[in-house]
């Protein structure tokens, strides 16, 4: 096959975005800023909530008009959408030409060699076949300060509300060896920081080696001065991976923690398989290890039954642990799902209220703790120019805290610099160097 150039449209979460970087690689393509100048179009999609689905497939309809100017351009579209509805896709959608689950994305050059061979072959490849899972590494944009490495695909987890389990399939743990070797990659193309990724990443282990090993092999990476990881499950913080954390000059002071509810009756029927007073006792033993460490987190509200005084209980919460940054989201009930049999959850007028509620409560909360570190110095890594002031670059602190900073030269892309931060917003800071 000749060079393709391919543009990819991607939804959803971390895992996504990698896996759209994978989708160039596995294609050996240029990636283009426009879709017109592509061969091949891919819309990688996200089925987390109802909303997120249907955005995939009117993302996927205003590609009609290209195909109809272009018969030979190729529209496919990938990752959790197209792995739960498969064929209705492409039978409700007439100019999609494949689709593809996020399994089957090595395979992806072979498919698209079939579809050239025959236009009119339009293909579904959602096999969960495990084999070769982890074999093709993502694009890197070459300078570019941080990536992602993935370790595990799938996850093992029931919760009741979820769909990942349906369309990623179950937990496959990536071999040390080849998360090293990924690693080793990205560096070489100049990533300073690098963020490992899974469902629940802290679950990851392989032949007798546990998550805090892992942390260990990684701060030894030459060439790599940053560590992140997400999504931790809360039942897999161990003491042992808190102390090594702490111990680990490279891993940065940032944890997300989805804790979903504040309420143990609903914990409880969402099969997250603690109590909240777990969840509290394991980040009280994480500030005191890492007094410094920035805290976020999930939340759903409107789950099954979720009474006012659930919900305070989620409200509570907040107000105690004082996270940096919540997501938050009304329940979205997901085909083959446990939730999926609840009948009565909470309506959504309620629902809405509620989360506007926490919402907005939450806002504030960012705000004042964003305030509270306004006049101190921070490291922060550069990654590149502002997109909104040419004269400032953007960066992050060991807490990923954004930071804009002015004055300061280009030279200092790629490097850790001191900060001081001038100005607090709720999502970011304004800042000079100390
Ligand atoms: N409805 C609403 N939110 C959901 N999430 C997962 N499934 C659903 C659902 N069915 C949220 C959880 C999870 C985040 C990635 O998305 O909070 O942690």
Redesign the pocket.
Known sequence: MDKISIFVETYG?QMNEYDSDRIINSLMADPVNNPEDADIIIVNTCA??EKADHKAVSAVGKYKKLKIKNPDLIIGMAGCVAQLYGKKLIKQIPHLDFVVGPREIPKLRDLIFDIKESPNHRKINTSMDVEEVFKVNPYHKPGKVNGFVSIQQGCNKKCA???VPTVRGNEINRPLKEILEESRLLINQGAKELTYIGQTVNSWKYEGQRFYNLLDHLEELEGLERIRFT?SFPRDITSKMIDSMEKNSKVCRQLHL?V?SGSNRILKQMKRTYSIEWYRECILKLKESMPDLSLST???VGFSDESTKDFEETMRLIEDVKFDTI?S??????PG?P?EKISNHVNDDIALDRLHLLQTRQREISLENNIKQLKKSYKVLVENQSKNNPNELFGRTSQNKAVYIKNISEKYIGKIVEVTKTEAFQNSFIGELT
């Open positions: 979460c987390i909530r509300y979820c769909i999504t989805p979903q999930d939340i759903i997501y989201f009304k329940y979205s009930v997901r799902t939730g």
